[in-house]
């Protein structure tokens, strides 16, 4: 049988003997390696010994053909006589298992005990300090925010640190540390000029430097501020008693009747969908589980706010957490909380 490769060469070596061919229908077929007939020197070829009569059949069906063969089609066809039909392995219908804390430690709290309202005045928001919370007697204990930065994904590291390149580009390393210490400058105005509009619930008080700052700021939460209301906590500590880590809330409150963990956020750019603000909802959830296992706080939280300030005054984004979308943010906050813990060993 006939290699592939001697089918083609006979293809491109035979396409100009076709008229020859069926010129003269009765003359013996022969095969020939040489381009020309006219060549000056006989070559010595490997298919002289070749049964020319026994393959003139099939010298004449490939100079025949009108098609080229060459053809996806051809190509299929060759392939599935030499190696036989093709069989395309199945398509898993299991999708790979989504990996799962080790620690299913629940985000509420059921064996938290609540005081009576009459031993409590849920009029004045709770306020703890974060430096009477250092109940480790070894050291301090890991913050949200911390074992968010050092458990963050790959891809967004990256995208992070391309961010401070290109900012440091066109400020100069001076520029960047002066910009964020600017914009950790604007966010503390920022969260107190609201906690003065959340207790006092007077738009007319007003700081001096909050004319030209933080107009826009507070212009864009607005609408979202009507909807706030029953004050319980403001930029207070909650620590959880059972996976050792701290945080501080921003503001735990009524919205739209849902008492909420409410973080405030301000933002350059818009975040119209959730996932857009990147680990914020994780913090929320984090927040919410400590909350829960405190012992400080008279009452617990199954949602969440996340709330994204705009500097021009366009309207706020508000992104609502309800107790499943809790749990779902919940879930992976126990994985890096354990990624974090798995780090921390490997380094000691």
Same mark, same amino acid.
């Given at each position: 049988m006939l290699t592939m490769k001697t089918l083609h060469l006979i293809c491109r070596n035979c396409r100009g003997m076709t008229n020859v061919l069926f010129q003269y229908p009765h003359t013996p077929a022969f095969l020939s390696t040489s381009c020309t007939t006219h060549s000056k020197k006989n070559k010595v070829n490997g298919y002289e010994d070749i049964d020319q009569e026994k393959y003139a059949n099939l010298v004449r069906m490939v100079t025949s053909s009108k098609t080229n063969c060459q053809t996806p089609e051809k190509i299929f066809e060759e392939d599935s006589f030499l190696y036989g039909k093709v069989v395309k392995s199945k398509a898993s219908s299991q999708e790979p298992e989504a990996r799962v804390p080790q620690n299913r430690s629940l985000m509420f709290n059921s064996n938290k005990v609540i005081l009576s309202v009459e031993k409590t005045d849920p009029s004045i928001p709770v306020r703890i300090a974060l430096p %009477?919370?250092?109940?480790?007697?070894?050291?301090?204990?890991?913050?949200?925010? #911390?074992?968010?930065?050092?458990?963050?994904?790959? +891809?967004?590291?990256?995208? /992070?640190?391309?961010? $401070?390149?290109?900012?440091?580009? &066109?400020l100069g390393e001076e520029g *960047?540390? +002066?910009?964020?210490? %600017?914009? *950790?400058?604007?966010?503390? /105005?920022?969260?107190? @000029?609201?906690?003065?509009? /959340?207790?006092?619930?007077?738009?007319?008080?007003? @700081?001096?430097?909050d004319t030209d700052k933080m107009s826009g700021y507070l212009a864009s939460v607005d609408h979202v501020l009507s909807d706030?209301?029953? !004050?319980?906590? /403001? &930029?207070?500590?909650? !620590?959880?008693? &059972?996976? $050792?880590?701290?945080?501080?809330?921003?503001?735990? %409150?009524?919205? #739209?009747?849902?008492?909420?963990?409410? +973080?405030?956020?301000?933002?350059? $750019?818009? $975040?119209?969908?959730?996932? @857009?603000?990147?680990?914020?909802?994780l913090q929320v959830a984090a927040y919410v589980g400590a909350l829960n296992h405190d012992a400080n706080y008279n009452f617990q939280v199954d949602c969440g706010l996340v709330v994204v300030a705009y500097k021009d005054g366009s309207p706020a984004h508000a992104h609502f957490m309800d107790p499943e979308l809790c749990q779902y943010y919940w879930d992976k906050w126990l994985l890096r909380l354990e990624e974090y813990k798995e780090k921390k060993e490997e380094k000691q």
């Open positions: %009477a919370r250092d109940q480790m007697a070894s050291g301090r204990l890991p913050s949200v925010t #911390r074992i968010l930065q050092q458990t963050m994904p790959m +891809e967004q590291a990256f995208y /992070l640190e391309r961010w $401070k390149q290109r900012m440091i580009m &066109e *960047f540390i +002066e910009y964020t210490a %600017a914009v *950790f400058s604007q966010g503390k /105005l920022f969260h107190a @000029r609201l906690e003065d509009l /959340l207790v006092s619930r007077d738009d007319s008080i007003q @700081r001096p430097e706030v209301s029953g !004050l319980r906590t /403001l &930029e207070s500590t909650v !620590l959880h008693s &059972e996976l $050792k880590y701290l945080g501080i809330v921003d503001c735990v %409150a009524h919205y #739209r009747g849902r008492l909420c963990i409410i +973080e405030w956020k301000t933002s350059e $750019k818009q $975040k119209t969908h959730i996932q @857009r603000t990147f680990d914020n909802p």
